[in-house]
């Protein structure tokens, strides 16, 4: 019974990935070139996300800043989901769905990259940071799931939205972490050679 539930999700798994890659694999490159462009023109990437999507988006900028497979010059990115004492301030004194659209204003600049990192595609604290990266010019790159939801509906024409064409959690969350060495490898590859 176990193996047949270890098979089963591991099956999930490659479908989704295999499906996604045919229904996206044009808008991940453009999301690369896209932080190419934002990296050689002296920008950085910032990166958010609620729960396993702050994680994520921790995993991707400590991949830039340390480095992904080859050694290179370290690149310049912020995830907007370490500093307890900036996410717990903004939340006590303002409201949780302000915490990285505040940061946002704060750090953003209009040669940065947002990547926001959303699941369901819900989450508010995710559209206000969207939000907040359109008022400061910056391209939005939204990794989603399921229908996209209200996150989808937040972006600009200049945005790439990367959804991942499944439901469950577990699912789209295992697919947004291929995406996103994906992306290191083409940054890697396109600055560096590697």
């Known amino acids: 019974?176990?193996?047949?539930?270890?098979?089963?999700?591991?099956?999930?798994?490659?479908?989704?990935?295999?499906?996604?890659?045919?229904?996206?694999?044009?808008?991940?490159?453009?999301?690369?070139?896209?932080?190419?462009?934002?990296?050689?023109?002296?920008?950085?990437?910032?990166?958010?996300?609620?729960?396993?999507?702050?994680?994520d988006s921790q995993h991707f900028t400590s991949e830039l800043i340390n480095r992904f497979e080859a050694e290179r010059p370290a690149l310049p990115a912020i995830a907007l989901t370490t500093d307890s004492s900036i996410l717990t301030s903004i939340a006590n004194d303002y409201q949780y769905n302000e915490v990285f659209s505040r940061q946002i204003h704060a750090l953003g600049r209009e040669t940065d990259v947002?990547?926001?990192?959303?699941?369901?595609?819900?989450?508010p604290s995710i559209v206000q940071a969207i939000e907040a990266a359109?008022?400061?010019?910056?391209?939005?790159?939204?990794?989603?799931?399921?229908?996209?939801?209200?996150?989808?509906?937040?972006?600009?024409e200049d945005d790439i939205e990367l959804r991942v064409p499944a439901e469950r959690t577990a699912r789209i969350q295992e697919t947004h972490i291929t995406i996103i060495h994906a992306l290191c490898d083409l940054i890697d590859h396109q600055l560096f050679g590697a």
């Open 1 to 55: 019974m176990s193996l047949t539930r270890i098979e089963k999700i591991f099956s999930d798994s490659i479908l989704v990935k295999q499906k996604t890659f045919e229904n996206i694999a044009q808008e991940i490159s453009l999301a690369g070139d896209c932080m190419v462009q934002s990296l050689l023109s002296d920008g950085k990437i910032m990166a958010c996300g609620n729960g396993g999507s702050a994680a």
């Open 114 to 123: 947002l990547l926001a990192i959303s699941t369901s595609g819900q989450s």
């Open 134 to 156: 359109h008022e400061r010019e910056l391209i939005v790159i939204a990794l989603t799931g399921k229908d996209g939801g209200i996150v989808a509906q937040s972006l600009s």
